[in-house]
């Protein structure tokens, strides 16, 4: 196991950075095409840097024996299932209730590590998540607010199943990792991702359609699919193998504070006192988690 201030934390970090300036990304492309196809496009679009980093760097398939369940398992869950369910809830509830039921997926992931092991979290992990989980409400309700108007259950249900099936995509990768790389875990489950969504692009979305996205709307396809698909995953399958699911997975939490960040370099928006205290929390349950 790894300290705090380590490579695996270092990737960790970057990985959220780049995840947290998604939801501002997201909301430029979606001025130009509606939300399935963006959620599709995104993993469609990762295909040839994948092949471009594949081949350039002769990355070999995992496909053999349970290797193979679980590149399957990371492609359906981390690029597709993950993607496509967090962009269709958060079209169908407010951004206060999405940005609340993402913050379970720590939760998610550290309770599958406890079932897989069959051991329970330790008190430390415990008293961590509920501190940085109860930054991230206070930072959430502060920032965007937590109303109920324009929410609605299958949304939030939605955004849960989006962060479920992100944690399950970790427990996947993580036993792949040690074995084949995080460059290699993350190519070939793009690739073997984009494949399945192309028939479904195909018959869902007229080339018209396509062709009218906007230059703006591609460039912030480009971020989602060569950033947050790529590099971002390929940063966090690296951090998950060296640091362990139920401890690096905490950096989710600090999701909404780059997301704020990002509203406040690029849109002007206010960082009230509260914020700067809910982020001190926040950091403080995620360091509760990773100290020794």
Do not use: C
């Not at 995992?62 to 869950?77: C, Q, Y």
């Not at 993580?174 to 995080?182: E, K, S, W």
């Not at 600090?254 to 690029?266: H, N, S």
């Amino acid at each position: 196991m790894v300290g705090f201030f380590s490579l695996a934390t270092a990737a960790a970090i970057a990985a959220v950075f780049i995840w947290g300036g998604s939801p501002l990304v997201t909301k430029i492309a979606t001025r130009s095409t509606d939300e399935f196809t963006l959620a599709l496009l995104r993993t469609i679009a990762s295909v040839p840097f994948a092949l471009v980093v594949i081949v350039a760097m002769r990355l070999r398939l995992p496909w053999r024996g349970r290797d193979t369940f679980d590149t399957l398992g990371v492609a359906v869950t981390g690029l597709i299932g993950f993607p496509v369910l967090f962009t269709l809830g958060v079209a169908h509830t407010t951004a206060g209730h999405a940005a609340v039921a993402s913050a379970a997926t720590p939760v998610f992931a550290g309770l599958m590590v406890a079932a897989i092991n069959r051991r329970w979290p330790a008190k430390s992990w415990w008293l961590g998540i509920s501190v940085a989980f109860f930054g991230a409400i206070v930072l959430i309700w502060e920032s965007i607010g937590i109303q109920s108007v324009g929410a609605s259950w299958q949304g939030d249900l939605l955004v849960m199943g989006g962060a479920f099936s992100a944690a399950l995509s970790f427990q996947f990768g993580a036993r792949l990792t040690p074995r084949y790389g995080a460059p290699a875990v993350t190519m070939w489950s793009v690739i073997i991702a984009g494949i399945l969504l192309l028939p479904v692009l195909w018959f869902y979305a007229e080339p018209e359609e396509i062709l009218q996205v906007a230059p703006a709307g591609w460039a912030a396809i480009a971020y989602l699919a060569a950033g947050s698909s790529i590099i971002a995953y390929m940063a966090w399958f690296y951090a998950l193998s060296r640091g362990g699911i139920a401890r690096i997975s905490m950096w989710h939490f600090a999701l909404p504070v780059v997301g704020i960040a990002a509203a406040a370099i690029f849109l002007g928006e206010p960082l009230t006192p509260l914020l700067l205290i809910a982020t001190v929390v926040i950091l403080l349950g995620v360091g509760l988690v990773q100290r020794r």
